[in-house]
Nanobody, 123 residues
Framework: VQLVESGGGSVQAGGSLRLSCVAS??????MGWFRQTPGNEREGVAA???????AAYADSVKGRFTISKDNAKTLYLQMNSLKPEDTAMYYC?????????????????????WGQGTQVTVS
């Protein structure tokens, strides 16, 4: 199983970026986006249940970020109104489990497969 992220980069505050994650297979139950800064734990940003389409977001990104998945193998994270505190390495994650994303925190331990990360820098 492979997950490959792209779309990171440098942007000014208030700008937008769209991250993409291409999966090597299309049978995951839940996928998510996490971010991490040096010295800190990986933080759950958004998650989506592939079967129901239900999505969940960290409070810090609600109303600004949108997670979505196409009918093929690509997961997206649309990030608008970016802030300097959004600066981090962003990771795509997946699990075959169908998680009730709206009823549980977005936890790294729930995901088995990870991409290599893409850097987002907001100045």
């Amino acid at each position: 199983v492979q997950l490959v992220e792209s779309g990171g980069g440098s942007v000014q505050a208030g700008g937008s970026l769209r991250l993409s994650c291409v999966a090597s297979r299309n049978t995951f139950g839940t996928m998510g986006w996490f971010r991490q800064t040096p010295g800190n734990e990986r933080e759950g940003v958004a998650a989506i249940n592939i079967y129901s389409g239900a999505a969940a977001y960290a409070d810090s990104v609600k109303g600004r970020f949108t997670i979505s998945k196409d009918n093929a193998k690509t997961l997206y994270l649309q990030m608008n109104s970016l802030k300097p505190e959004d600066t981090a390495m962003y990771y795509c994650a997946a699990t075959f489990r169908s998680l009730s994303v709206r009823w549980r925190p977005i936890r790294a331990g729930d995901y088995n497969y990870w991409g290599q990360g893409t850097q987002v820098t907001v100045s």
